[in-house]
């Protein structure tokens, strides 16, 4: 039973910074890729970041390149999204996920196949 748990949502003035955290229990964390993903209200769930098992490789979202940050320690099973200059409309509630294969790459959401329970982010302008 894999378990994600998913840390450091909150409110945030336009510009400011927050820190995500993902805690995985359960399955070999250190060879499947995680991601990040969100939901707004009224919209569907988007890609915001991605990295590989070993965290060679990275991929974002065009909306969040160069302002977010995914990194995650294998040794301590967590994986961590730095946002920063925040943006009102980056408010939404924020997933942590897990890839469905072993040592595979990318950043489709029907490719994951565990979730966190999603934390909430919210940028006032």
């Known amino acids: 039973q894999v378990q994600l748990v998913e840390s450091g949502g909150g409110l945030v003035q336009a510009g400011g910074s927050l820190r995500l955290s993902c805690a995985a229990s359960?399955?070999?964390?250190?060879?499947?890729?995680m991601g990040w993903f969100r939901q707004a209200p009224g919209k569907e769930r988007e890609f915001v970041a991605a990295i590989s098992w070993g965290g060679e490789s990275t991929r974002y979202a065009d909306s969040v390149k160069g302002r977010f940050t995914i990194d995650r320690d294998n040794a301590k099973n967590t994986v961590s999204l730095q946002m920063n200059s925040l943006k009102p409309e980056d408010t939404a509630v924020y997933y942590c996920a897990l890839h469905g294969s072993m040592l595979r790459f990318g950043d489709q959401a029907k490719d994951y196949i565990y979730w966190g329970q999603g934390t909430q982010v919210t940028v006032s302008s």
């Open positions: 359960g399955r070999t964390f250190s060879l499947y890729t």
